[in-house]
């Protein structure tokens, strides 16, 4: 069991993440990153551009990070024991590219609603400040959402380079994390990354996101696999989970769920502005 410490849920309230978390160890991470970079080599266009989101639907270690009990405990503790998965995306930033996630709230555009839900951000590789970890507005969750420009910026790995100006750096948090720990954020906290600066490759594997039962998509349309509990309201299309790495059929399931991402993240605007 690896529900969260009163100090934990602390962290989470006041400071809107709660981190690090040990899930696997760093030979299980090695093993997923050979995974991924098999099917990277087998199928070079797969985990590009839209393609990153939803890699649980054909990889089977993706699968399992994505219903780890150990990560199931401590999203239990946050929202509760019936937890539905609703989408992953692996965010990869390689050496010497211009990749970097400007500062948001996923809240603005994800339309999960109800907040409960959170995400969890599994490091895959080692995760800092030379390679471009995570920045954490602390306590910046306690606020309304706020505006975003949409910026369509070269290099941004969000969709539409949805941005908060004026963000503090001084007040941002760098979440450092070995490779097998994850960290937990709040639907509404501000937080973004720098560039990779080292000679290697930065794989996070979020799961955008663990979601009550009670939780609607009001933006489009998203399905679901049960990860804990059961399912009461029934707001959402059931999805089976893989049984073997890139299965043919998966591959589809994929394709369509990722297709529903893409209306929901653009969400009818190609403009720059704000929102
Ligand atoms: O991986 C990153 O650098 C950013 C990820 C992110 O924005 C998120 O998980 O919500």
Same mark, same amino acid.
């Given at each position: 069991?690896?529900?969260?410490?009163?100090?934990?849920?602390?962290?989470?309230?006041?400071?809107?993440? !709660?981190?690090?978390?040990?899930?696997?160890?760093?030979?299980?991470?090695?093993?997923?990153?050979?995974?991924?970079?098999?099917?990277? &080599?087998?199928?070079?266009?797969?985990?590009?551009?839209?393609?990153?989101?939803?890699?649980?639907?054909?990889?089977?270690?993706?699968?399992?990070?994505?219903? /780890?009990?150990?990560?199931?405990?401590? !999203? @239990?503790?946050?929202?509760?024991?019936?937890?539905? !998965?609703?989408?992953?995306?692996?965010?990869? &930033?390689?050496? /010497?590219?211009?990749?970097? !996630?400007?500062?948001?709230?996923?809240?603005?555009?994800?339309?999960?609603?109800?907040?409960?839900?959170?995400?969890?951000?599994?490091?895959?590789?080692?995760?800092?400040?030379?390679?471009?970890?995570?920045?954490?507005?602390?306590?910046?969750?306690?606020?309304?959402?706020?505006?975003?420009?949409?910026?369509?910026?070269?290099?941004?790995?969000?969709?539409?380079?949805?941005?908060?100006?004026?963000?503090?750096?001084?007040?941002?948090?760098?979440?450092?994390?070995?490779?097998?720990? #994850?960290?937990?954020?709040?639907?509404?906290?501000?937080?973004?990354?720098?560039?990779?600066?080292?000679?290697?490759?930065?794989?996070?594997?979020?799961?955008?996101?663990?979601?009550?039962? /009670?939780?609607?998509?009001?933006?489009?349309?998203?399905?679901?696999?049960?990860?804990?509990?059961?399912?009461?309201?029934?707001?959402?299309?059931?999805?089976?989970?893989? &049984?073997?790495? #890139?299965?043919? *059929?998966?591959?589809?399931?994929?394709?369509?769920? *990722?297709?529903?991402? @893409?209306?929901?993240?653009?969400?009818?605007?190609?403009?720059?502005?704000?929102?």
């Amino acid at each position: 069991m690896t529900y969260l410490s009163s100090n934990q849920l602390k962290q989470y309230d006041d400071e809107g993440f !709660v981190s690090p978390i040990n899930i696997f160890s760093k030979e299980k991470a090695k093993e997923i990153r050979n995974e991924i970079e098999l099917i990277e &080599k087998e199928m070079p266009s797969e985990l590009e551009k839209s393609g990153r989101y939803n890699a649980h639907l054909i990889s089977p270690l993706l699968d399992e990070v994505t219903h /780890n009990s150990k990560i199931l405990d401590a !999203v @239990q503790s946050l929202i509760s024991e019936n937890i539905l !998965v609703c989408g992953t995306t692996l965010f990869i &930033k390689n050496p /010497n590219e211009k990749d970097f !996630v400007s500062y948001h709230q996923d809240a603005k555009y994800i339309g999960l609603e109800p907040h409960n839900w959170v995400t969890a951000w599994v490091a895959i590789t080692d995760s800092n400040e030379n390679n471009g970890c995570m920045r954490m507005w602390s306590g910046s969750h306690k606020d309304n959402l706020k505006d975003h420009q949409q910026m369509f910026n070269e290099g941004n790995l969000l969709t539409r380079g949805q941005t908060v100006n004026n963000v503090p750096k001084e007040k941002t948090i760098p979440l450092i994390l070995k490779a097998g720990q #994850m960290s937990l954020h709040h639907p509404k906290v501000v937080h973004g990354s720098d560039l990779n600066k080292s000679n290697d490759r930065r794989i996070g594997f979020v799961i955008q996101s663990y979601i009550g039962s /009670n939780v609607k998509q009001v933006l489009g349309k998203n399905s679901v696999q049960i990860a804990r509990g059961k399912d009461d309201f029934n707001f959402h299309e059931k999805i089976p989970r893989t &049984k073997s790495l #890139m299965n043919k *059929n998966d591959i589809k399931l994929k394709k369509q769920e *990722n297709d529903y991402l @893409q209306k929901i993240f653009y969400n009818g605007s190609s403009k720059k502005g704000s929102y």
